[in-house]
């Protein structure tokens, strides 16, 4: 599709080219052919005011002017014809390499969305065989009891968690992906950071994690709503990957030219060669995906880049293998 979509845009644009190359040939060719016709009809006209020589002197002069007329006109021809062949070739040449670099971004950004559908219908599929699987078994079993059934129940109410974990962030993922700036207000940076800590605050609880916060008044341009989203999603990431009973940090600090936000824990950290990845959307780490098998579907910092995107923020990560990560949000 990609290859026929080149060659198409090649097509016209050489269409274009040859257009305007053949229109000026032919200007030039008419505006040329009467110039020769007009400068040897002034060579003629001055040699007849010359002393005759007898009347087979002009005849020939005719003839000789006609035959150069006809000679030079043909010459003026072959030559546009040749440089329109030059012309053709190179603006063919020149056209298939500008028609690749300008659907380039369109062949990527195509590559990402077929990646992304890939992905999800994947993550989509597994929860799904899963729930099937076990109806199915257990459908075959005919001496199926209340505590079997109450089990498969269970089971599947698992499964239907996931997945509405995974609609939910796809539907983020939708959302902040045509959102704009425009709905933007005054906020205090802390209202959204504390609505976060009390989100997250009940399963910080179940793995006795103490949130620490130090925060501070700063007032900035944003959308509140999607700002908690961004700060719930560092939050979580941190309780996640932190072991039981370890400390999680918030801080609002004011700099010179920035403020920042910064969520720190002493967790399993993120290994240097995750790091690049980890904003990727789908992508985990394979501690998240091995040992104790963190839920997650790889979405939530690849939705917290986007919201940070929309209010011109970068969020910066320092993490050690082992020993925890510090995620910061800067304004
Ligand atoms: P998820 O947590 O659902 O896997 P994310 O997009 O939120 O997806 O995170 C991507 C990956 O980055 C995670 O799988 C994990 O490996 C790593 N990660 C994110 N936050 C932390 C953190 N605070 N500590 C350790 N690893 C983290």
Do not use: C, W
Not at 42 to 51: F, K, N, S, V
Not at 114 to 124: G, I, M, Q, V, W
Not at 228 to 239: G, H, K, P, Q, V
Not at 307 to 326: C, M, P, R, Y
């Amino acid at each position: 599709m990609f290859h026929s979509a080149v060659v198409k845009l090649t097509l016209l644009y050489v269409l274009i080219v040859m257009i305007i190359s053949i229109s000026f040939s032919v200007v030039l060719y008419n505006i040329s052919s009467q110039e020769i016709g007009r400068g040897l009809g002034r060579q003629t006209r001055a040699l007849q005011g010359m002393p005759p020589n007898g009347n087979s002197f002009i005849d020939d002069l005719e003839k000789i002017r006609n035959e150069q007329i006809d000679e030079s006109s043909q010459n003026l021809k072959n030559n546009l014809v040749y440089f329109n062949l030059i012309i053709l070739v190179s603006s063919a040449i020149a056209s298939y390499f500008l028609a690749k670099i300008t659907l380039r971004p369109i062949e990527e950004s195509m590559e990402a969305q077929n990646r992304f559908t890939a992905d999800a219908s994947h993550e989509l599929r597994t929860p799904l065989t899963a729930m099937k699987t076990e109806i199915e078994v257990n459908l075959r079993d005919k001496n199926l009891d209340v505590k079997e059934a109450r089990e498969l129940l269970t089971s599947n109410l698992e499964e239907i968690n996931k997945l509405e974990y995974l609609s939910s962030a796809l539907l983020k993922l939708a959302k902040f992906d045509k959102e704009n700036k425009k709905d933007f207000e005054k906020i205090n940076l802390a209202e959204p950071v504390e609505s976060a800590i009390e989100k997250v605050n009940k399963i910080a609880d179940q793995k006795s994690i103490t949130i620490s916060a130090k925060l501070k008044k700063a007032e900035i341009l944003g959308d509140q709503q999607s700002l908690t989203e961004l700060f719930i999603i560092l939050l979580d990431n941190a309780i996640k990957y932190s072991p039981r009973g370890s400390k999680v940090a918030v801080e609002i600090k004011k700099l010179d030219r920035h403020t920042e936000v910064i969520f720190t824990d002493h967790g399993v950290g993120i290994k240097a060669s995750d790091m690049p990845h980890i904003f990727q959307r789908f992508y985990r780490a394979d501690v998240s995906r091995s040992k104790e098998k963190i839920d997650g579907y790889g979405l939530g910092l690849s939705i917290a880049k986007r919201i940070a995107e929309l209010h011109d923020e970068n969020i910066f990560v320092s993490s050690q293998a082992g020993k925890g990560s510090k995620f910061t949000v800067r304004f």
